[in-house]
């Protein structure tokens, strides 16, 4: 079912912004899965003596669902390809070339914030975990549906998902008229996603999202028709943290936005439902869903890449792309840096991309060495 219709925009980063630190007395102590924001351990340099925990790696807290999950499987080198992948690729530089030449990374607008909260336990202040803040929040809200598209009726089941919703004080949701936010319970492993979300009179309303529970035991995406991006694909699996950039790598699946997409009935796995929109039957447009990765035969150290493009790059190669929204741009994801701001935080981004806008980060990139995988790629 055809849900939303998203636009992108381009945005200039200021160079002038600083990359905060958060949390530079302590280290998260060496816990597996996201279980490691339970604790914090203060450092040996700031105690000065005894030894320092190891950190948890950057990406604990987001690695909320099931290990066999999709996000967090590597494509094997081997991998046999979709038929028809140098048609589907061909389609995709073309896209590249005719919307503005490049692929932006959006941070602040059609990114979702992602909130990490904890509700049971812990820190009565807010905690860190290799530079994510972790809030405490001991009050719950409703969430109220609003029919920003004049459907003229409200889901109850929808309704019955935002009840008692942990939002911390100070939370905002994206930029942009999508108005994205995310909230993670690492208390209760839930996961509440809101699209055009905003606050009236002290009420927090949305116009569509979802809720999963029990993440831990999710392959990473919502039942049809919940969820916010147009496949039901969870911000939290596909978007690019701060975290990642800074710790070098990107160890999951990453979520990429094209501009045009196959019609809405046909998309691949893991997407359980598309926006996509094809009436005249656009030959080679990529379905929703789709995975696509960088051909990994490429030698990405010798391309003239940006440390972020190269990272990307790398992680393209290894866990590859999905297709899992349609947009006036060719786009990925960052955690939005919202995520940071209650707990004092300056956007890390500027920093992070070299002082680069975010369209200039992935110049050079090799798009057209991407390879698309067959249909429904490693369904279970």
């Known amino acids: 079912m055809r849900h939303f219709l998203r636009v992108s925009v381009f945005f200039l980063v200021s160079a002038t912004s600083s990359c905060g630190g958060g949390g530079t007395n302590t280290t998260a102590a060496a816990l597996s899965g996201n279980d490691a924001y339970a604790a914090t351990v203060t450092s040996a340099a ?23 999950s999709f996000w967090y499987q590597p494509i094997p080198a081997n991998a ?15 896209q590249v ?31 860190w975990v290799n530079g994510t803040p972790v809030y405490p929040v001991s009050k719950r809200v409703n969430v109220g549906f609003w029919d920003c598209q004049n459907k003229g009726w409200t889901d109850p089941n929808l309704v019955a998902q935002w009840q008692g919703v942990p939002i911390p004080a100070g939370a905002t ?14 208390s209760t492993h839930t996961l509440w996603e809101f699209w055009v979300t905003r606050q009236v009179n002290g009420q927090w309303q949305a116009c569509w999202g979802g ?4 993440t831990d ?24 943290s701060a975290e990642d950039l800074a710790g070098g790598s990107i160890n999951h699946a990453m979520g990429i936005s094209l501009v045009n997409v196959e019609n809405w009935n046909i998309f691949s796995w893991p997407a359980t439902r598309s926006d996509g929109h094809n009436p005249t039957n656009v ?11 960088l051909d990994p035969s490429v030698n990405v150290d010798a391309l003239n890449l940006t440390p972020v493009g190269r990272m990307i790059a790398k992680a393209a190669q290894t866990y590859g792309f999905v297709v899992w929204d349609k947009a006036g741009a060719l786009s990925l994801r960052m955690v939005n840096p919202a995520s940071y701001k209650p707990a004092g935080m300056t956007d890390p981004y500027p920093a992070l991309f070299g002082g680069l806008p975010s369209y200039q980060v992935l110049q050079n990139f090799p798009w057209n060495k991407l390879q698309v995988m067959p249909n429904n790629y490693a369904k279970p």
């Open 97 to 127: 070339q005719t919307y503005y030449g490049n692929v932006n990374l959006n941070t602040t607008n059609y990114a979702s914030p992602i909130y990490f909260v904890q509700t049971v336990g812990g820190s009565s202040s807010v905690t």
């Open 46 to 68: 700031s105690a000065g003596s005894g030894t320092p925990a190891a950190a948890a790696p950057a990406s604990s807290l987001y690695r909320v669902f099931s290990p066999q």
């Open 80 to 94: 046999p390809l979709n038929p028809n992948s140098a048609a589907y690729v061909q389609n995709l530089v073309s």
């Open 173 to 186: 949701p994206a930029g942009g008229t999508d108005s994205e936010m995310s909230i993670y319970d690492l």
């Open 283 to 293: 030959p080679n447009l990529i379905p929703e869903g789709t995975r696509l990765r």
């Open 217 to 240: 035991q999710n392959i990473g995406a919502f039942p049809n028709p919940y969820g916010t991006t147009a496949t039901g694909l969870p911000f939290i699996g596909g978007e690019i």
């Open 211 to 214: 809720r999963l529970q029990n």
